[in-house]
């Protein structure tokens, strides 16, 4: 399987470190057949997808961040059973999970918390038309000035520069194509989807990443989708205006450890097992615990940021969003 991984310049819909793909390539992903009928596919990009097959049909978990992204999805699926997909159940409301809904069957039935429409309204949609009227045309307007000054068009630079430039482009096409729709079912704390034998428990634990984040439970299964309530092997996204709150988030995930799954299909980042709740947890508590000893001390914000090196979190990916989590923290010992 190739991927384009290098020198290729993209902005990202959230996460830092974005796989593209070709749609031939997409077509190659196999995905990991995580216990008898249950899957997820880790690799297109965006946050991770599980998958059920059923008798009476399939039920996947998460959107992708692009129709096309999830038109891909579909067919990968399809390959392994051609049953309908019945189900469409969303993590949470940020845009590299639910951006792809277009790309789906039109008469699938689409699960998330209440709170999810609001907050794409308010939020999710917002972004991307900044990204499809703002962030992309300026972006793509300098890819090319740069090579419109490239005197060799065979040089490596230059083609670096067009690489870039196609993939951005590809992507600024595509935001257009992003259309939301509302949920059929929606839920406060909990819900239970009973189809095909299976029993799928979502839960709402609280506000962690966002205040629409729910976990997705399969019991038969000792499985859980947990939605960017973890991020594997990157520094998570924090967003105080989305519901935030690493407080919380810890208790969440401690309780979420105590449940004993046997596999865990994260947010972003590879598959794991419990002791990935261990994990997330420990680096919100270590980082409090730094924060609150520099603020004791006397320290500025702006001082402690620069203090707390992320050499120590063993983290590399999305690493843009330290500063951020530390100021999140900062502002939550202030109130
Ligand atoms: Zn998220």
Avoid: C
């Amino acid at each position: 399987m190739r991927k384009i991984t290098t020198i290729i310049t993209i902005i990202i819909i959230l996460l830092s470190t974005m796989t593209v793909y070709t749609q031939s390539q997409a077509q190659e992903i196999q995905p990991v057949n995580i216990s008898d009928n249950l899957y997820a596919v880790t690799d297109l990009g965006g946050g991770n997808i599980a998958f059920l097959v059923t008798d009476e049909g399939i039920i996947v978990v998460d959107a992708t961040y692009l129709p096309s992204v999830a038109r891909n999805l579909v067919s990968i699926i399809q390959k392994v059973s051609d049953k309908p997909i019945k189900y469409l159940i969303l993590t949470h409301s940020h845009g590299d999970h639910i951006n792809g809904i277009a790309g789906f069957p039109d008469d699938v039935t689409i699960i998330a918390h209440k709170n999810l429409t609001a907050n794409n309204m308010t939020f999710t949609e917002a972004r991307t038309a900044n990204l499809a009227e703002n962030v992309f045309p300026s972006y793509l307007a300098s890819l090319k000035t740069q090579m419109d000054s490239t005197a060799d068009k065979n040089s490596e630079e230059y083609q670096a520069l067009e690489q870039s430039y196609n993939v951005n482009n590809e992507y600024f096409t595509g935001l257009k194509t992003i259309k939301f729709r509302e949920p059929e079912i929606t839920f406060d704390d909990n819900y239970e989807l009973e189809f095909g034998g299976e029993k799928i428990i979502l839960k709402y634990p609280g506000a962690g990443h966002t205040n629409d984040n729910i976990i997705v439970k399969f019991p038969r299964h000792n499985a859980i989708h947990t939605g960017d309530l973890i991020f594997n092997g990157a520094v998570p996204y924090v967003i105080v205006e989305h519901g935030a709150n690493t407080h919380s988030w810890v208790k969440i995930l401690d309780q979420l450890y105590s449940e004993n799954y046997e596999y865990v299909i994260p947010g972003h980042g590879e598959l794991a097992n419990k002791e990935i709740f261990k994990v997330q947890a420990e680096y919100f508590t270590k980082l409090i615990h730094k924060v609150q000893i520099l603020k004791n001390e006397g320290l500025s914000l702006e001082e402690i940021k620069n203090k707390i090196d992320i050499a120590e979190f063993n983290l590399t990916r999305s690493a843009d969003q330290f500063p951020i989590n530390i100021e999140v923290i900062y502002t939550e010992l202030v109130n």
